[in-house]
């Protein structure tokens, strides 16, 4: 849920309107909404009138707040009183990168502190980008007796340790779920502690830790846990690992291998392929560490089912790709290298027809020598063949304006189109002209655009194209682009259904941050970095809308005048508390 939907929650039932009364029987309410699945229908829903906004308040049992300091859980606890479910989300997203000071914040403790005394009925966390150390882990492990799911994606501050608490007092664990996170992996000791007589586990992923496991316990647990469908494994699980692993989980879903690079006997390889074979359930496929293409035929018996193919950490070459997708006639989700080159694209137009999402990463961005990649070819070879594309992530070198309006125009579908061309500022290579045609095309033809991240040479016209066009649009990320202000005025001006806006590196200014007065507060968040947004600005800013929390950070050294970094975002809980003294609220 949204602060401004919360508080619009909050409000309407003193309203004249809310307070009409429901023809319905509460009971047959509760039951109605609790078929709402979408958090954003569910709080529509609770502003119609006071019986609705009650029957929502008490029929909710989950809740998703997008910026952990846009409300506080207090007030969660107050407006909702039977959450079971929680995801939370902390720093931005610019902290990937990082751009965001370390020790920043988004720290959960406080939040379970909460939880515990008000939802000691609580059963799954999700978060995203917070900060957890081992000590919120144990209090978490041991204040709910009935939690079963924990997810952690992009979090950081714990350590193994952490997890071995988890595993030792969560005893109706379903889901542990570690993706992408900064932790302190002291060994893979962890997985023994898990009792011998714990049995509901379905989701495990610790693919991204680096240390050996203890694999003789994880075979124990693979083995117990019959209803096992998500199984994830790091780069340390060998091929005769897994292979002894599958024997023992032939219902698996979803399949993280490790390493695919050991050398393999003959009878090792048949007993491979005799195993993933026996996966008939199998709809996912990820890992493929270090992988071989004289063992890529093992995995082609369980690609007739897949709909997911996650190769981003496999460097394969465009014939071993090929050669693979040409037994995945159902695949919908696909995540590659830039190591296919436009070939290995190539092969993906012409064998996934059903294909709705690629994402292709660079396998080292910051090789300079254009030895492999991807260019505007493979991109085009990919919309002819995959119509229903909706989804797309491309890093590459170079693009032209030519080539994105015939993508689009094979794929007018596009939900989320991210362009990334690397070399900031990059022009079309053929014509030399800003990429502003190339954008235009986009939001002129994608009309269900949700999602946009723009890059290259791009002057105020793009800005312009996207204001006017784009009236769907919820997220936008600018980096390295523009000419003034009015790009920035643009788009504040025309995307009626804007929530994020991440920018930088861009010449927008005083005037360019001022121009979203009346829109900040119905968005989730407005982070800009190296613009050329003043302290005043922000005062300006902070004055003018008391309701935003307006935060600078500032670098060592840098210019007491000039904003380093802003992030603006609405909040009915206030200025924080615990932002660090590098972090300035105004």
Request: proline share 5%; with cysteine.
């Amino acid at each position: 849920m949204e602060p401004s939907e919360l508080k619009r929650s909050k409000d309407s039932p003193n309203s004249d309107e809310s307070t009409r009364r429901s023809s319905f029987p509460d009971e047959v309410l509760e039951r109605v909404l609790s078929l709402l699945k979408s958090h954003r229908d569910r709080s529509s829903v609770s502003l119609v009138c006071k019986d609705w906004y009650n029957a929502e308040r008490w029929s909710r049992t989950h809740v998703f707040i997008g910026n952990c300091y846009s409300v506080s859980p207090e007030i969660v606890a107050r407006r909702f009183p039977k959450i079971r479910s929680v995801t939370l989300k902390g720093k931005p997203r610019f902290s990937d990168f990082n751009l965001v000071p370390e020790n920043w914040g988004a720290d959960i403790h406080a939040w379970l502190v909460v939880f515990a005394a008000k939802y000691p009925f609580l059963e799954e966390l999700r978060l995203k980008r917070m900060a957890i150390s081992d000590e919120s882990l144990e209090f978490l492990a041991v204040s709910f007796p009935n939690f079963k799911a924990l997810s952690l994606l992009s979090c950081d501050g714990f350590s193994t340790n952490g997890l071995a608490a988890i595993a030792t007092h969560c005893k109706n664990l379903t889901e542990l779920d570690i993706q992408e996170n900064g932790i302190d992996d002291k060994g893979g000791s962890w997985l023994s502690c898990f009792p011998e007589s714990f049995t509901s586990l379905e989701v495990l992923n610790f693919a991204n830790l680096s240390s050996d496991i203890n694999f003789d316990a994880l075979e124990r647990l693979v083995g117990r846990c019959k209803s096992m469908r998500v199984l994830k494994l790091n780069r340390s699980v060998s091929l005769e690992q897994l292979q002894r692993l599958l024997v023992n989980a032939p219902q698996l879903a979803e399949l993280g291998t490790g390493s695919f690079s050991e050398e393999l006997t003959f009878r090792q390889y048949v007993e491979l392929e005799s195993a993933l074979s026996n996966c008939q359930n199998m709809h996912t496929l990820y890992g493929l560490w270090d992988a071989k293409g004289i063992y890529l035929p093992a995995l082609y018996p369980v690609c007739t089912h897949l709909t997911f193919l996650n190769l981003s950490y496999a460097a394969l070459r465009s014939d071993e790709l090929a050669k693979l997708l040409a037994h995945c006639p159902r695949l919908k989700r696909l995540w590659v290298l830039d190591t296919v080159e436009d070939k290995g694209l190539e092969a993906v137009g012409l064998n996934c027809p059903l294909l709705e999402e690629l994402r292709v990463f660079p396998a080292d961005p910051f090789d300079e020598e254009i030895i492999h990649g991807v260019t505007e070819a493979g991109f085009v070879a990919v919309s002819f063949g995959c119509p229903r594309l909706q989804y797309v992530l491309y890093f590459c070198r170079q693009m032209t304006n030519a080539a994105v309006a015939t993508i689009v125009q094979n794929c007018p579908d596009f939900t989320h189109f991210r362009l990334c061309i690397m070399n900031p500022g990059q022009p079309d290579y053929i014509t030399n002209e800003p990429m502003d045609e190339a954008f235009g095309a986009v939001v002129k033809t994608c009309t269900k655009l949700q999602r946009l991240s723009v890059s290259g040479r791009l002057t105020d016209l793009t800005f312009e194209y996207i204001g006017r066009y784009a009236k769907n649009l919820e997220t936008l990320s600018v980096a390295f682009a523009g000419s003034s202000d009015w790009g920035m005025q643009c788009v504040m001006g025309g995307c009626s259904k804007l929530r994020k806006l991440e920018i930088r590196d861009c010449p927008f200014g005083n005037a360019a941050l001022l121009s979203g007065l009346e829109k900040y507060e119905s968005m989730r968040s407005l982070w800009m970095s190296a613009c050329n947004v003043t302290m005043n600005g922000c005062r300006l800013l902070a004055r003018e809308m008391p309701r935003l929390n307006v935060e600078v950070m500032k670098e060592d050294g840098s210019d007491d005048s000039q904003a380093d970094k802003v992030y603006v975002y609405r909040s009915i809980a206030g200025p924080r508390r615990d932002a660090p003294p590098s972090v300035l609220t105004l």
